[in-house]
């Protein structure tokens, strides 16, 4: 790549503020901002940032990809340019470690404080976070609808999926379902 030049929508990170801003002059308008994890691909960086641009007068699309250089990874913010990258800029920062040079706020925005690494990166390690399943309510079975099966949950449905009268109980139930009072 061209020192200062996007080739086939790519940039370093070095070139990205000015750029950004040039996109804005353009008239582009910014749509979205992802973090990837380059592990295990070719490509001189670990790390990148994705943005998705829309031109509406044009009606075109850009993809701008930026190279996050250095460990850890780092990017200057774009959040000056385009205030709705924000909470993007800390999306990627939470779940992949990319820091962003001269945000105003980058903090963990999905994950706790306490919380260490960063859960999206190909390394983070299946299986890492035990998962605590809570204890479920025991089946409450004294109303109706309520039982293990159709007929202690004195419930059901009819040929057209229509809830059925009460099945047990007294004659007079059955006897009002069929249409045939004795009284």
């Known amino acids: 790549m061209t020192e200062g030049v996007e080739h086939r929508g790519w940039t370093t990170a070095e070139n990205w503020p000015e750029r950004a801003a040039e996109l804005k002059e353009e008239g582009w308008q910014f ?3 992802c973090g990837v994890d380059r592990l295990g ?5 670990r790390f990148e940032i994705v943005c998705q641009f829309l031109h509406f007068k044009k009606k075109e699309r ?9 460990e850890p990874p780092s990017i200057p913010s774009i959040t000056p340019i385009w205030p709705a990258a924000d909470f993007y800029e ?3 920062f939470d779940m992949f470690g990319i820091g962003f040079e001269g945000h105003p706020h980058l903090t963990r925005i999905l994950m706790p404080d306490e919380w260490e690494g960063y859960p999206l990166r190909r390394d983070y390690g299946v299986g890492k976070v035990t998962i605590e399943f809570a204890p479920q309510p025991f089946l ?10 159709a007929l202690e949950a004195d419930s059901g449905v009819d040929r057209l999926g229509q809830p059925d009268p009460p099945r047990r109980g007294s004659a007079e139930a059955s006897e009002k379902h069929d249409g045939n009072s004795t009284s």
């Open 31 to 33: 749509l979205d901002l």
């Open 90 to 92: 800390r999306e990627a």
């Open 140 to 149: 409450q079975i004294d109303t109706t609808g309520q039982a293990p099966d």
């Open 62 to 70: 850009r993809t701008v990809h930026v190279l996050a250089e250095g």
């Open 41 to 45: 691909l070719a490509g001189p960086e």
